[in-house]
């Protein structure tokens, strides 16, 4: 928690100064770089991952990114999530069957694998990086590129 509290001062000075900087009159370009720009290829994704996001992964993490707590783990704000986005990658691909502690919260439940390409897996993980108040920057599909996409199993059917 003290953690959290240390993170959200730090950003807060951070866009005090960047809007110092710009004199304030443009705030979004601000937040962009303070996060390093994302670049066109990577936005060019975002429309499919949104899509993959509303049709997939909604039922569990919710509209709002926010999980179940103790049962689907927050997307919006997950210190798990944001601290290794090529894993974030592989799970969406692989699916998850790990005790994981997600912003303090325990997580046990299996998430089957849920797409069957990279390109899937990376464009619904850059939208997830970008939205329900996330600012995470993004990931590339050359960074996924040494991820071993596991073979379906009855147990855990793609899809
Ligand atoms: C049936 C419910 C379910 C669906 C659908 C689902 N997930 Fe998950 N997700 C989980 C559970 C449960 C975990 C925790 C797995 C574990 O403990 O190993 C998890 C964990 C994660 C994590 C790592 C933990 C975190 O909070 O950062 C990511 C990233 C993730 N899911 C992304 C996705 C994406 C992207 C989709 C859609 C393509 C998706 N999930 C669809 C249930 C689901």
């Known amino acids: ?6 993170l959200l001062v730090s950003v807060f000075s951070l866009g005090m100064i960047f809007s110092s900087c710009g004199g304030g009159s443009q705030p979004a370009a601000d ?3 303070a996060e390093g720009a ?3 290829d990577i936005q060019a994704m975002m429309p499919k991952g949104e899509q993959i996001y509303k049709t997939k992964c909604v039922v569990c993490h919710q509209t709002t990114g926010m999980g179940v707590e ?3 783990p927050p997307l919006a704000n997950s210190d798990y999530l944001l601290s290794d986005k090529v894993r974030a990658v592989a799970q969406t691909l692989n699916g998850s069957k790990l005790e994981m502690t997600v912003n303090g919260k325990k997580y046990t439940q299996e998430m089957t ?3 069957d390409t990279k390109e899937d897996a ?8 970008n939205n329900f108040g996330n600012k995470g920057g993004y990931v590339t599909l050359d960074e ?4 071993e996409i596991k073979p379906r ?7």
């Open 1 to 6: 928690m003290k953690r959290i509290a240390i």
């Open 31 to 33: 937040q962009k770089t």
């Open 38 to 40: 994302i670049p066109a």
């Open 70 to 72: 103790n049962v689907f």
């Open 113 to 115: 694998p849920q797409v």
């Open 122 to 129: 990376v464009a619904v993980i850059n939208y997830v990086l």
């Open 144 to 147: 996924a590129k040494s991820i």
């Open 153 to 159: 199993t009855a147990a855990a059917p793609a899809k």
